[in-house]
């Protein structure tokens, strides 16, 4: 597993370092003093792993992590405990308080590792229409959907929610690309920011889809598919339009 630090400390980040190099299954590619120059990094350097200071000069940690588009996992070091519930919006994998100890980094990376291996898992599911279920990571946790219990997704910017039967989970991922894991047979997408079970459809008309008491208006270039699908009974060539 790859990883960067930054730390505006010099010491802290020699120290952390020097920790790091202990553990086998860890590999620093870089240790950084501030965001900026982590930022010039990451662009052309994706790594599995970000060890990150909060309280550094120009950009804190915190604002760091949330100007990340593709962010690595997070495991903040700092030497304030007052930030932790702020690392919890950010899906931090753990936070580490100074002076950090090499038992304490261990077991940090330890639960890093499982949940990078349970992501590359989700990622490589088999998408396919014998599928019945995909997984979503929310709320510090990946929970498993099956596609019988969601009844639409709403797509907002980089994060959709995804309503089922009996919650709603809101995950870091657009509507494009939550799109690609559903059966095209069971989906369909009606606007830029809904997607629809077809098995929960109640009614439709020529302006709105309707799934019991939710009300989905149609996008124009979406509605001739959906129309399509249901005059002739079958699933749209193509799959689940995408117009962007």
Not at 139 to 149: A, C, N
Request: net charge negative; proline share 5%.
């Amino acid at each position: 597993m790859t990883c960067i630090l930054i730390d505006d400390e010099p010491l802290a980040r020699e120290g952390l370092a020097d920790l790091i190099g202990k553990i086998p299954a860890l590999t620093l590619l870089g240790a950084f003093g501030n965001a900026r120059e982590a930022t010039a990094f990451l662009t052309t350097n994706p790594v599995d792993l970000l060890l990150l200071d909060i309280q550094m000069p120009e950009l804190n940690g915190l604002d760091f992590a949330h100007s990340l588009t593709n962010r690595p996992l997070l495991i903040f070091t700092t030497a304030y405990p007052q930030f932790a519930l702020d690392s919890y919006e950010l899906d931090a994998v753990d936070y580490l308080l100074k002076p950090i100890r090499q038992a304490r980094l261990e077991k940090a990376i330890q639960k890093a590792d499982h949940y990078r291996r349970l992501l590359q898992e989700v990622e490589q599911q088999d998408d396919s229409m014998h599928s019945d279920h995909f997984f979503v990571r929310a709320d510090r946790r990946y929970y498993k959907v099956m596609f019988s219990d969601v009844l639409f997704i709403k797509g907002l910017k980089d994060y959709v929610i995804i309503h089922t039967k009996d919650k709603k989970l809101i995950t870091a991922m657009n509507i494009k690309t939550v799109s690609q894991h559903l059966p095209t047979a069971q989906f369909v997408r009606v606007s830029k920011s809904f997607v629809v079970n077809t098995a929960c459809v109640t009614a439709f008309d020529s302006t709105h889809v309707y799934l019991g008491d939710e009300e989905i208006p149609f996008g124009a270039v979406y509605r001739g598919s959906f129309l399509e699908k249901y005059r002739h009974g079958a699933e749209p060539k193509g799959g689940i339009p995408d117009f962007g």
